[in-house]
């Protein structure tokens, strides 16, 4: 069965750093990898999708993700980091259109000013 | 553009009692739904999905039903509410790939 690992529940980092927030993968074939966004008290917002072709893929809000069949991953980037980008992200696997969407547990990203 | 609303925004409930949550899609003809429930603080479980109307194919059931009456509409539904209900319940469209989220319904059951 496939699934999602988000090792790090929480991440803090300063504003103007790097971010990056890990996700890996389990499914023996090509999976569809999303990422999402919720703040506090509100729904889901996508912000970028890997479905095939280029590796390093880009979403909104200036984030990108990077898949790598090699370990399994598709880690979430932003460079520099803002405070407002404190939420909680959520990467997801869908192994199918329409099938079901596997989430990670999510990471509690904060950003101080 | 396609819009999702949900309703009601928030419920505050009794144990025992009954719980209807509804859901419309606007400017999609025939898309798939789905229900997902959040616990406070925790990740997401789907709970029911729907291809058509009158269709609603079981994930996780956690006491609730599920109806599709209409093509643009999805209706989660308990006669009796469980304290384990409380939560963040997300309707969601597909399009090819992923999942485009509701603004959600908060439920507090007490």
């Known amino acids: 069965a496939q699934s999602v690992d988000q090792p790090d529940a929480h991440v803090t980092l300063s504003e103007g750093a790097s971010l990056e927030l890990r996700c890996s993968y389990s499914y023996s074939a090509a999976p569809y990898l999303f990422w999402y966004v919720q703040y506090p008290g509100q729904s889901l917002q996508f912000l970028l999708k890997y479905i095939t072709g280029d590796t390093v893929v880009k979403g909104t809000k200036g984030f990108e993700a990077e898949f790598r069949k090699s370990n399994s991953s598709f880690n979430l980037k932003k460079s520099p980091a803002h405070w407002s980008d404190s939420a909680k992200y959520f990467c997801a696997l869908e192994i199918g259109t329409g099938s079901k969407l596997s989430f990670g547990k999510g990471a509690k990203l904060t950003v101080s000013p | 553009a396609q819009t999702i609303h949900q309703w009601p925004v928030a419920e505050i409930k009794a144990v025992g009692s009954p719980l209807s949550l509804g859901c419309t899609i606007k400017?999609?003809?025939?898309?798939?739904l789905y229900w997902y429930w959040q616990a406070t603080g925790g990740t997401l479980q789907q709970l029911f999905y729907?291809?058509?109307?009158?269709?609603v194919e079981s994930v996780v059931q956690l006491n609730l039903s599920a109806s599709r009456p209409k093509d643009d509409q999805f209706i989660l539904s308990t006669e009796k509410l469980l304290l384990s209900h409380s939560g963040f319940y997300l309707c969601?469209?597909?399009?090819?790939?992923?999942?485009?989220f509701g603004p959600g319904t908060r439920l507090t059951v007490l």
């Open positions: 969601a469209w597909s399009p090819d790939w992923g999942r485009y």
């Open positions: 400017g999609k003809s025939s898309p798939n």
């Open positions: 729907s291809i058509t109307v009158g269709q």
